[in-house]
């Protein structure tokens, strides 16, 4: 993978261990000269991540919406910093520019995008490897509900397994650069339940 798309929050929240695992992760990307795209933001869990890559001789590559620029303090000392008209264009032009996506903690923005990007995987729209990188447990609750979709019907156990967890950093990009798609239809047909 030459580049990883990164989603997380523009705010750190109160969980030391998460804000250390967004630096480090930002640090192995650059380790790995895989590059970082992400939120353009110099705040929160974005602006960790992108520190961490940028400590260590990493490419940055920011993208922001024009509106958010103010609220989410663009970070100046990037490599390349992309500014589009919205959200949607944002989430656009971070899928075009990476060969895959990690989740972060992080707030409605983060599951959003990440939502999109697996149910995009899921419709056959990219093939790319999407991970949940499960910082000190973050996302436990929601792996949880995602079985129960899966149990109840509502989510295919092949779809479900295309979002990688791991908890650490080292062992989500091996599961990153070994994965091969899955290439199941996505509606479940009554038989199949």
């Not at 993978?1 to 650059?30: H, P, R, T």
Request: aromatic share 6%; with cysteine; glycine share 10%.
């Amino acid at each position: 993978m030459k580049s990883i798309s990164v989603f997380c929050g523009s705010s750190e929240g109160n969980d030391k261990v998460v804000v250390e695992m967004s630096y480090q992760l930002g640090k192995i990307l650059a380790q790995k000269n895989i590059a970082l795209v992400y939120g353009g933001s110099r705040l929160g869990l974005m602006g960790q991540v992108a520190n961490g890559a940028l400590d260590h001789q990493g490419k940055v590559i920011g993208i922001i919406p024009d509106f958010l620029k103010s609220k989410e303090i663009c970070h100046m000392e990037i490599s390349e910093l992309i500014t589009v008209k919205n959200m949607h264009q944002r989430k656009m032009q971070m899928h075009e520019l990476s060969d895959g996506i990690i989740a972060l903690p992080g707030g409605f923005g983060t599951l959003e995008e990440l939502f999109e990007m697996i149910t995009w995987a899921q419709l056959g729209l990219h093939q790319k490897p999407i991970g949940i990188l499960n910082a000190n447990g973050f996302y436990n609750d929601l792996l949880i509900f995602l079985d129960s979709m899966v149990d109840k019907g509502l989510l295919k156990f092949e779809n479900r397994n295309m979002l990688l967890v791991d908890d650490t950093c080292m062992g989500l990009l091996t599961q990153m650069e070994s994965y091969q798609p899955i290439l199941t239809p996505k509606w479940i047909k009554k038989e199949q339940t």
